[in-house]
Each structure stands twice: as structure tokens, then as C-alpha cells.
T-cell receptor
Framework: GAVVSQHPSWVICKSGTSVKIECRSL??????MFWYRQFPKQSLMLMAT?????????EQGVEKDKFLINHASLTLSTLTVTSAHPEDSSFYIC?????????????FGPGTRLTVT | GENVEQHPSTLSVQEGDSAVIKCTYS??????FPWYKQELGKRPQLIID?????GEKKDQRIAVTLNKTAKHFSLHITETQPEDSAVYFC??????????FGTGTSLTVIP
């Protein structure tokens, strides 16, 4: 149980285009989903927290107009990188909290590697 | 906000030896401290966690200790095996709505 999927697993796009990444909780209802960014050999940096049906809460320094997050249902959250630039190239990982399970435990998706050329 | 520091950044041990990774946190309100193992290119996996009302927790070869007064917690891996080689992250949260991660420790177990 507690499986989180992410799609796509990798994507290459041209500078200036937008990319959408999906995060799904497959066997539980995720009241809260998190989006992280991870650079090579570095830690996970929390970008934003999203709760189903409400606006995402962004961490300081994260541009909400550039990284659009939509948590449309209890099983799906999307991250759209708008007008992508090479510096947006990174590993993006989502995670989800089970609203019915252990209070704070989060389950991670497999990640999406974004390369902007 | 919370600031989590993790040491060491790299650690090499001989197979069968123990490995210890330490984290400190700044927010005394933090009350949940998970540890994650991440293999290259893969997702972080929760390996053990501890809540602030507990001082120690053990699961087979893995244990975590928490010192609330000093605001630090440690991961202990005994009888290390090559498959324990990975990057380990600690994290802290006080609400479950924001997790703050340490900088990671790259553990190498030498056969």
C-alpha cells in the first residue's frame, strides 16, 4: 500500500515551453501533497505544499507564477513549470500524506527528471 | 523556520561495522523526525522515524535516538552490509505540513 506515482519519469523540453508533471496517490487519499526539487548530490528542497481544493503554499524564494501547482482531487496534484529555462533543469519529486493513516508519514513518488535545452 | 543540519556528508565503513549519522534541528516545536534512504536516481524511502515523546526506537539493524534538550537525533546502523550503501537524509517537522531535510550523508559500505 501507500504507492505514489509520478509522470513522466523524465522529460526534455525546449527553453520557453511549459511542462506538466503529475503526481498520483494510487491506493490512498492524499489530503496533502508536497513538491520538492533536488539537484545532483544535494538535499530535497521543499517547493510547495498543496492541500486538496485549496491554493498551494509556496516556500520562500519559489515563484508561484512559474511553478503552478494544482491539487484538483484527493489523488492527483500537478506541477507545471511555465516558460522553462535551463536553470529549471532538475529532479522534481512529489510526496503525499495519507489523510487516514499515520499523522505525519509521507510517501514519495519516483521523481521526474526535467532537462531544459 | 526550521534549520536541519546533518553530519557527516560522507561516510565509509567496513562491512559489518556500525555507522552513525547525526542531525541537529533548531525549532524546539518539531515533533516528528523521519530518516530516509535514497539510492541513486530513485525515490527516498522511509526507513525509520521517531516522535518527540520517544527517546529511542529500534528496527532490526537500524535505530534512531532523539535528544530533545540538545535538539539532535541520530541514525545508527549496525552490522552494515553493502546494500546499505546509499544517501541518507534526516528530516524534521512540527505540523506535518512542512518537512525540512538535512543535507544528506553518502554512506559507502566497503565489502
Amino acid at each position: 500500500g501507500a504507492v505514489v506515482s509520478q509522470h513522466p519519469s523524465w522529460v526534455i523540453c525546449k527553453s520557453g515551453t511549459s511542462v506538466k508533471i503529475e503526481c498520483r496517490s494510487l491506493d490512498f487519499q492524499a489530503t496533502t501533497m508536497f513538491w520538492y526539487r533536488q539537484f545532483p548530490k544535494q538535499s530535497l528542497m521543499l517547493m510547495a505544499t498543496s492541500n486538496e481544493g485549496s491554493k498551494a503554499t509556496y516556500e520562500q524564494g519559489v515563484e508561484k507564477d512559474k511553478f503552478l501547482i494544482n491539487h484538483a482531487s484527493l489523488t492527483l496534484s500537478t506541477l507545471t513549470v511555465t516558460s522553462a529555462h535551463p536553470e529549471d533543469s532538475s529532479f522534481y519529486i512529489c510526496s503525499a500524506r495519507d489523510g487516514q493513516g499515520a499523522a505525519y508519514e509521507q510517501y514519495f513518488g519516483p521523481g521526474t527528471r526535467l532537462t531544459v535545452t | 523556520g526550521e534549520n536541519v543540519e546533518q553530519h557527516p556528508s560522507t561516510l565509509s565503513v567496513q562491512e559489518g561495522d556500525s555507522a552513525v549519522i547525526k542531525c541537529t534541528y533548531s525549532d524546539s516545536a518539531s515533533n516528528y523526525f523521519p530518516w530516509y534512504k535514497q539510492e541513486l536516481g530513485k525515490r527516498p524511502q522511509l526507513i525509520i522515524d521517531i516522535r518527540s515523546n520517544v527517546g529511542e526506537k529500534k528496527d532490526q539493524r537500524i535505530a534512531v535516538t532523539l535528544n530533545k534538550t540538545a535538539k539532535h537525533f541520530s541514525l545508527h546502523i549496525t552490522e552494515t552490509q553493502p546494500e546499505d550503501s546509499a544517501v541518507y537524509f534526516c528530516a524534521a517537522t512540527n505540523t506535518g505540513n512542512q518537512f525540512y531535510f538535512g543535507t544528506g550523508t553518502s554512506l559507502t559500505v566497503i565489502p
